[in-house]
């Protein structure tokens, strides 16, 4: 590799753009003390990645720059421009000619390198020059120090000189490095094995729990499958239940307007009934009053009578006999026929009297059986209401007033062998619905679970939320019983 060029910008004394090429095997640069030569140096070795402040002779990095002298102002850049001759390809590119760069600012901005006009890291440069043997504290630089070092050298160290200089030490150095890396993969290795064998041993208890996990996942799926299916069965359920239920309200509506009507038409009877009652007192009395005035008339023929059997007496006792005969006979015709006009019209009012009784006597039967008749149909009218509120409020509410039982039927989906309270799960026979209801009591608030463990599953739940307590029936304790 041959340094064919450099080229200094603002670098340390030279605060023009100074061109030094090296053309020849041997390049001496000949001046008086203090006059730069060093410098020439320092720019190589600064190009080539020199960071110590302290071998560059300064005490800042800025340093380097052109401070200025008695005729000349101070520069803000310094710029050095190294450039290889590279036609052997001792550095590891196909250019014949590479340009390495560094520059820097005063200002403290970041310093720059370049190869050939290109922005790259500090790293880069290195590792372009580190195959070339050159680099910033290798032999291809010797100050002016380190010849009397070289002289006083121990053998050891001096033979460490030379293999620097023949490039041994560069191989030794890669050398060692290549076993210690080596060494740090066969540990790596032999951990990497290691970790091989536990994950070995981890992998059957891993198979089995992936396994596991996996007929986990059947079975919630099948699990989820199932409960979508039973909550659209029991949607299906409830739904058929509000539409019996509504059937009922309807039956019961129309059987209530029925009745209503049927009431209506009683009460329409009973105030008939009442007005013929009141007609027939007024009959009655009306006859009475009749019968009084017989009865009077009766009196005035008694004293009549009286006169009569007087005038009798007198006529007898007075007149010829032919006289008192014709008397007596007229006077008993008369009699006769006033006799016999009273009494036909009195036997006439007591018939009427008694017909007239009976009637009143039947038309108040009538009315009682009336009356009985609207009570127990305003009874079944008000059976029907408050079965029919009942129903309403079950449809709105279903065992708002069971708090347990109202729990359990909220979360029946969740709680395992829950099958329904007896007041769903029993459909009457339409028209049978109070008398069973009745029949049933407090027990239409009764659980049916499949066994003894769901019911005591659903008693942990009320105990643990406090939701109020319900009658459990597990179906493996219940009897079967037939009634005759
Ligand atoms: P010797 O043979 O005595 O070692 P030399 O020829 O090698 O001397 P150098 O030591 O390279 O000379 O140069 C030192 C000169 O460079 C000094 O004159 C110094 O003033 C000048 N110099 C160093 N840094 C700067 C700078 N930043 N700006 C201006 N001049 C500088």
Redesign the pocket.
């Known amino acids: 590799m041959f340094l064919k060029r450099v080229e200094m910008q603002g670098f340390?004394?030279f605060?023009d753009k100074v061109v030094i090429n090296f053309e020849h095997a041997i390049t001496g640069v000949v001046?008086?003390?203090?006059?730069?030569?060093?410098?020439?140096t320092?720019a190589i070795r600064w190009v080539l990645g020199e960071q110590s402040v302290k071998s560059l002779?300064?005490t800042t990095m800025t340093?380097?720059?052109?401070?200025?002298?008695a005729d000349r102002k101070?520069v803000n850049m310094a710029e050095v421009t190294l450039v290889f001759d590279n036609t052997n390809r001792s550095l590891n590119s196909e250019l014949d000619e590479i340009e390495v760069t560094r520059r820097l600012y005063r200002n403290g901005q970041e310093a720059e390198y370049l190869i050939n006009r290109n922005n790259v890291r500090l790293k880069d440069v290195i590792d372009l020059i580190l195959d070339s043997g050159l680099g910033k504290d290798s032999l291809s630089m010797i100050s002016?120090g380190n010849i009397s070092s070289f002289a006083e050298a121990k053998p050891i160290d001096r033979r460490g000189i030379f293999e620097e200089a023949a490039g041994v030490s560069k191989y030794k150095k890669r050398k060692m490095e290549s076993l210690s890396k080596l060494e740090r993969t066969k540990e790596n290795i032999e951990r990497t094995q290691d970790i091989l064998m536990e994950l070995e041993r981890q992998v059957s208890p891993l198979k089995r729990a992936a396994k596991k996990a996996e007929l986990y996942r059947e079975k919630k799926t099948r699990l989820e499958e199932i409960e979508i299916a039973v909550l659209v069965e029991d949607i299906n359920t409830i739904n058929q239940q509000i539409e019996d239920a509504k059937k009922t309200l309807f039956n019961i509506d129309a059987q209530s307007t029925m009745f209503q009507t049927t009431i209506q038409v009683h009460e329409t009877q009973n105030l008939e009934a009442k007005k013929e009652i009141s007609d027939l007192e007024k009959e009655i009395n009306k006859l009475q009053e009749e019968l009084m005035k017989i009865v009077n008339e009766i009196q005035i023929l008694e004293t009549r009578k009286i006169e009569f059997d007087e005038k009798r007496k007198y006529a007898i006792e007075v007149g010829t006999n032919e006289e008192k005969a014709k008397q007596l006979q007229s006077l008993v015709q008369e009699a006769e026929l006033e006799y016999n006009d009273r009494k036909g019209r009195y036997d006439q009012c007591q018939i009427n009297i008694q017909l007239l009784s009976e009637q009143l006597s039947q038309v108040a039967l009538q009315l009682a059986e009336l009356s009985q008749k609207t009570n127990e149909e305003n009874g079944l009218l008000r059976r029907y209401q408050n079965r029919k509120e009942l129903l309403e409020s079950l449809l709105k509410d279903p065992f708002n007033s069971q708090a347990g039982v109202k729990a359990i039927d909220d979360n029946k989906n969740s709680l395992h062998g829950v099958l329904g309270v007896i007041a769903q799960i029993i459909q009457p026979q339409v028209g049978y619905e109070e008398a069973i209801s009745v029949a049933l009591g407090g027990t239409m608030y009764n659980i049916v679970t499949t066994d003894e463990e769901a019911a005591r599953n659903a008693i942990n739940f009320l105990k643990k939320n406090q939701s109020g307590r319900a009658t459990f029936l597990p179906l493996t304790v219940l009897q079967t019983r037939y009634l005759s």
């Open positions: 340390k004394s605060a001046g008086p003390n203090g006059c730069g030569k060093s410098n020439i320092d002779r300064g340093d380097v720059i052109f401070a200025g002298s101070m002016q």
